[in-house]
């Protein structure tokens, strides 16, 4: 088997169960280990990583992953990095510079 088809892998994140995979991979566990430290059973992790079940309470298992973890919890949800919004400006982008407006001058 060729190096070349690892080196151009690139994994998906399309599914709740696909970005459990990474999430392992990335902390270096099995399933066994996410799932109890991540405080869930290993029977869950199986069906939400394997079978693609969703899991109940879909928001709450996504915050205490990232809590257990440090993975962004929206990333966690949707597979996606949280754009710049009414919260704030993105990552790398700097804040629109306000000026104050002088009372001196009509606004005519």
Known sequence: MSTQMHESFVPRTNSFGARLAL???????????????????????????????????????????????????YWILTGKEQSAGPGGPGEGESSPKIEQVSKSQPLD
Do not use: Y
């Open 23 to 73: 999430i392992r991979w990335q902390m270096g566990w099995n399933m066994k280990e996410a799932a109890l430290a991540c405080g869930f059973s290993q029977q869950s992790w199986r069906g939400w990583e394997l079978q693609g079940h969703d899991p109940r309470g879909f928001a709450e298992v996504a915050e205490r992953i990232s809590e257990r973890t440090g993975i962004d919890e």
